[in-house]
């Protein structure tokens, strides 16, 4: 079975510009979420997705984050403008249904802005 | 609100040693516990987890943790380090509103030989 995908692998900005970044969960996961890791720290979610609609969001800076699941398969996630504190690693994950079940991570996404 | 404290950011161990990587929660309902591994350059991967079934929890590569409800523990232990096993850990709970994880600050792993 495919794993999660996830590109760029690596992206270097400037502040103030923006970026995009793709995520391709496992075929038949229903949730989707997005995660920022900042170097030290442990990932903190940005948002749920439950097939198209958001579950959760409260965390995700919506006046420059913002991010779409289309037909609830693919996931984009957009900065716009980006600042210096978005360097980070941008996880993405998938899971079967929401709950206590096992969450699938991609790669990531090292975003560095310069 | 829940949350994990992960007592020790760095544990240096000697290939062949026990390893026991410490982790409390707080939650104000019965909770689910996971730890995972993130190997340098590598997706976070799921070592083991806790859904209120049995309170000690084997895993892959010879982890196992115990669930401790009147210590809000859930320490990693294993036997015996390998050098591979040398990453970092995330002791992890389960948010109240389904599916989401809420992480500790992690702990790295180091394993001498």
């Known amino acids: 079975e495919a794993g999660v995908a996830q590109s760029p692998r690596y992206k270097i900005i400037e502040k103030r510009q923006s970026v995009a970044f793709w995520c391709n969960p496992i075929?038949?996961?229903?949730?989707l979420y997005w995660y920022q890791q900042i170097l030290g720290q442990g990932p903190k979610l940005l948002i749920q997705?439950?097939?198209?609609?958001?579950?959760?969001d409260s965390q995700l800076p919506k006046d420059r984050f913002s991010a779409e699941r289309l037909k609830g398969v693919d996931s984009t996630l957009k900065i716009q403008p980006a600042k210096l504190e978005d360097s980070a690693v941008y996880l993405c994950?998938?899971?079967?249904?929401?709950?206590?079940?096992?969450?699938?991570f991609g790669p990531g996404t090292r975003l560095t802005v310069t | 609100a829940q949350s994990v404290t992960q007592l020790d950011s760095h544990v240096s161990v000697s290939e062949g040693t026990p390893v026991l990587l410490r982790c409390n929660y707080s939650?104000?309902?019965?909770?689910?516990l996971f730890w995972y591994v993130q190997h340098p350059n590598k997706g976070l991967q799921l070592l083991l987890k806790?859904?209120?079934?049995?309170?000690l929890v084997k895993g892959i590569n010879g982890f196992e943790a115990e669930f401790k409800k009147s210590e809000t523990s859930f320490h990693l232990t294993k036997p015996s380090a390998h050098m591979s096993d040398a990453a970092e850990y995330f002791c992890?709970?389960?948010?109240?509103?389904?599916?989401?994880?809420?992480f500790g600050q992690g702990t790295e792993l180091s394993v001498k030989p």
């Open positions: 994950a998938s899971s079967p249904e929401g709950g206590s079940y096992e969450q699938y």
């Open positions: 075929s038949g996961h229903a949730t």
């Open positions: 997705f439950q097939n198209n609609g958001v579950v959760d």
């Open positions: 939650s104000s309902y019965s909770p689910s």
């Open positions: 806790y859904t209120s079934a049995a309170t």
């Open positions: 992890v709970v389960s948010g109240a509103t389904g599916g989401k994880l809420i």
